[in-house]
């Protein structure tokens, strides 16, 4: 899924392509990702977009007439820039937007269909989107720290939970976690103020230098290649391969659809977390500690 420093890659790039131009048509191609009746979605045609921004993961057009449209990418959907009337994607194009300069394509790889449009009228439309997380990058560390400890989680899950903390997803947490050298299941309230402070400059660090990178890629195109698993990641989907800080084998686990990425050596002292699938299988067999693994 697309999280903060993707999104703000995405506006970077479609700030000068799509700003001050209008919509000159608009297309559903798929029934399922239109959410909304009302405003009537052709309404947006002859339009002009007059800003841009973020809500969370999602992505907000200002048109004229107080019209927003919302998109959400979910896990799979993308967001792709064609020269006017140029092909698009078959079956993976849900929605397309014909501009003066070009073709902005929704698409969204595989069966399952989550990424979402909605066009909603004035502001207070848009207040049902905003979750109520905070942007770690514009809080104090106080700040920081209340609301992570606001409740009781796993950093994981709390890193993750779109009400606390905004635009920080599977991917991000992963490294974030890593850089600061905690484990993905400790939990928020028992952490003590050092390993709060370190979380929280590892926070800000790695989606800065996220953000930096992504947003120096947009400025030379659009960005093509928006994925959750990048080259110069740590940990997140780098399953048994070395950690670049200690050269253990990076480790995971795996829950429904999703997995945590984290270097035992690094992160937990050593010991392996319980991984739901395989310490099931394995029972008293499932290794507790890196040498017990490497033995």
Known sequence: MPELPDILAYLEALGPRVVGRPIERARVLSPFVLRTVEPPFPEIEGKS?????????????????????????MIAGRLRWRARDGKLFGRMTLAAFDFPD??????????????????VRGEAALEPFRRGG????????????????????????????????????????????????????????????????????SAQATLREWIDRLGAEARNGFPEKVTAFRDGMAVHGRFKQPCPVCGAPVQRIRYADNETNYCAR??????????????RLLKEDWPRTLEELEA
Do not use: W
């Open 134 to 201: 905070l942007n770690v990058l514009e809080i104090t560390e106080a700040q920081f720290a209340e609301r992570l400890r606001s409740e009781s989680h796993t950093l994981k899950r709390a890193l993750t939970d779109p009400r606390l903390f905004d635009g920080i997803g599977n991917a991000y947490s992963d490294e974030i976690l890593h850089h600061a050298r905690l484990s993905p299941l400790q939990l928020t309230r028992r952490l003590d103020d050092d390993a709060v402070s370190r979380l929280f400059v």
């Open 49 to 73: 977009v007059r800003g841009l921004r973020r809500l969370g993961k999602r992505i907000v057009f200002e048109l004229d007439d107080e019209l927003y449209l919302v998109i959400h990418l």
């Open 102 to 119: 070009g073709t902005l394509a929704l698409t969204e790889a595989g069966t399952r269909r989550r990424a979402s449009i909605h066009l």
């Open 266 to 279: 690094c992160q937990t002292g050593g010991r392996l977390l319980a991984d739901r699938a395989m310490s």
